[in-house]
């Protein structure tokens, strides 16, 4: 990644725990902090806030939680609540997993 000005992200916290949790299910609490860039607390009380609000779905298998994201649910913010979760993390995922558009094969015609 590129070294940027400025300290902040086009995306918060709570957006990067989610991804980290649909893209891993059994994902621990201290690998989302390490990817995310804060602290296994401050993990911890962000997914707790999205289970609480029914963003995501917490089972206990063990002594392991396993989490799915709730996709159907609309995003929080007036300007895109018209939209789904899995409409936010369809286009990030996508991106994460190298399948980017608009690169120069895209282009060619």
């Excluded at 806030?49 to 995501?56: K, R, T």
């Excluded at 120069?104 to 015609?109: F, L, M, N």
């Amino acid at each position: 990644m590129k070294d940027m000005k400025g300290n902040w992200d086009f995306l918060t916290n709570h957006a990067h725990v989610l991804l980290c949790v649909a893209n891993d299910p059994g994902v621990r609490l201290r690998d989302i902090a390490e990817s995310v860039g804060i602290t296994e607390r401050g993990a911890h009380k962000i997914l707790s806030q999205l289970v609480e609000e029914g963003y995501v779905d917490r089972e206990r298998r063990g002594r392991r939680n396993y989490y799915e994201v709730r996709t159907d649910l609309p995003l929080r913010h007036p300007l895109v609540q018209e939209g789904e979760i899995g409409d936010l993390l369809g286009v990030l995922l996508k991106q994460r997993r190298g399948k980017k558009r608009g690169g120069p094969e895209d282009r060619a015609g």
